[in-house]
């Protein structure tokens, strides 16, 4: 019996590990993936972050490797989270990916309060091997599932599509002979995948050419003062505010939902780079295409969808961990079942909870309330 698993072996379920490691816990991360990082290599070929080295690093690293507002790519994270697993000396299982977690001692309610007596839970993984924990830590990610909008089903057949999470190299995935490509939204992905296109349609001299729908987000200039605007986002505290907090609640509410972009707006990168721009996608009627805003398209070869994501716990056999519409139940992390836990959700605590930047905190705080309550039991 494990004192704590966590499921997911991401940033977030590393973090935690290593504030259990810290407190002595007895702990495994159980992963579904054959190698630390193998989520981030999975994203595609050319996908740099918004977030510098700087404010990338792990509970008990100083700094994430490289120039400290260098922007790294998806293998530098792989690589990073890896060497963090060797260096910390983590316990993971690989390629143990959960299809079942349920508490055990099924003669108390399932519902119990956080103060109630202790829980134990059984997790069943595709490894065969079945497990026990008193407690858990689910880790799966924020940004898993992809969103589907219902688009995709009304395509015409010929229509290459698919969606961000699924696209490893986009040079390979974009036919050669395509004229037209439609990335359908317009946040981080959206933008930097329609700039993608364009550049490798310049390189094999394609005539393509690439529209982006949905509404600019609207985005904070990379450097304020002379500096780069992260160093404000956290010096001023923005980025770490608690979501609890007075003005951590207005920014969650506010239009852009606490979603902080940095960078060239869209609309100013697709003019400098000949990207058509349209509003949101409304219609897809045979080979017509129809926006909130801006003409129809006809006979579009191929659809990129970035439309992100939500999350779905298929495996949790546990009804009060969810809410009735199937999202995480729980308050700054902590869920109404006695000895569970989240970790990297979405504004979980903080502004930042599911970036690299937000799970030392998050994985601090966490481990320290389950010892807590573990320990009074
Ligand atoms: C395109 C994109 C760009 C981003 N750019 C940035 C950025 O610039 N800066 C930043 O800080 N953040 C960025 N993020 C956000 C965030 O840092 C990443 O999404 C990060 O991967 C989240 O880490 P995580 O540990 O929460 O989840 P994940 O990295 O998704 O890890 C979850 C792990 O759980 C495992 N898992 C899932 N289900 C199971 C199961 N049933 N059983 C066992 N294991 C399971 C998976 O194998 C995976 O390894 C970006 C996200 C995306 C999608």
Redesign the pocket.
């Known amino acids: 019996m494990y004192d704590v698993i966590i499921?997911?072996?991401?940033?977030?379920?590393?973090a935690a590990a290593y504030h259990l490691q810290q407190a002595g816990l007895n702990y495994l991360i159980?992963?579904?993936?054959a190698r630390?990082g193998?989520?981030?290599r999975k994203?595609w070929d050319g996908?740099?972050?918004?977030?510098p080295n700087r404010?990338?690093a792990l509970p008990g690293d100083k700094a994430f490797p490289g120039k400290p507002y260098d922007?790294p790519d998806r293998l530098a994270v792989a690589d990073y989270l890896e060497d963090y697993v060797r260096r910390n000396d983590l316990a993971v299982a690989h390629m143990?990916?959960?299809?079942s977690l349920r508490t055990t001692n099924t003669s108390a309610p399932t519902r119990l309060a956080q103060d109630q007596k202790p829980s134990s839970f059984s997790i069943e993984?595709t490894d065969g091997i079945l497990r026990e924990a008193h407690n858990v830590i689910l880790?799966?990610?924020?940004?898993?599932t992809p969103r589907d909008l219902g688009f995709a089903e009304r395509l015409p057949q010929q229509v290459k599509r698919i969606h961000?999470?699924e696209i490893e190299d986009p040079a390979s995935w974009l036919p050669v002979n395509a004229e037209k490509v439609l990335v359908v939204g317009a946040g981080?992905?959206g933008n930097q995948l329609a700039q993608t296109f364009v550049q490798i349609s310049t390189a094999r001299h394609q005539n393509l050419q690439v529209i982006l729908a949905g509404e600019d987000p609207g985005t904070l200039p990379r450097k304020v003062l002379g500096r780069d605007v992260y160093d404000f986002l956290y010096g001023l505290h923005v980025l770490p505010l608690k979501v609890d907090s007075m003005l951590g609640k207005v920014l969650a509410k506010a239009p852009t939902k606490g979603e902080i972009r940095v960078g060239e707006s869209v609309d100013v990168t697709a003019k400098a780079m000949s990207i058509i721009r349209r509003g949101k996608l409304s219609v897809v009627d045979k080979h017509r295409f129809e926006f909130e805003t801006g003409d129809p398209i006809e006979n579009i070869d191929a659809v990129v969808f970035a439309t992100g994501?939500e999350n779905r716990y298929p495996?949790l056999g546990i009804p009060e961990a969810l809410t009735d519409s199937g999202k995480p139940n729980h308050e700054l992390g902590v869920s109404p079942v006695r000895g569970l836990y989240w970790?990297?959700l979405h504004q979980m605590r903080r502004i930042?909870s599911?970036?690299?930047?937000?799970?030392a905190k998050d994985a601090e705080e966490i481990v320290a309330q389950l010892n807590k309550s573990y320990k009074a039991h």
Do not use: P
């Open positions: 499921i997911g072996g991401g940033q977030a379920g590393l159980l992963d579904a993936h630390i193998d989520n981030w994203r996908l740099r972050l918004f977030t404010f990338n922007l143990a990916e959960v299809v993984t880790a799966t990610g924020a940004y898993r961000t999470s981080a992905s994501y495996f970790m990297g930042n599911s970036l690299l930047g937000g799970v």
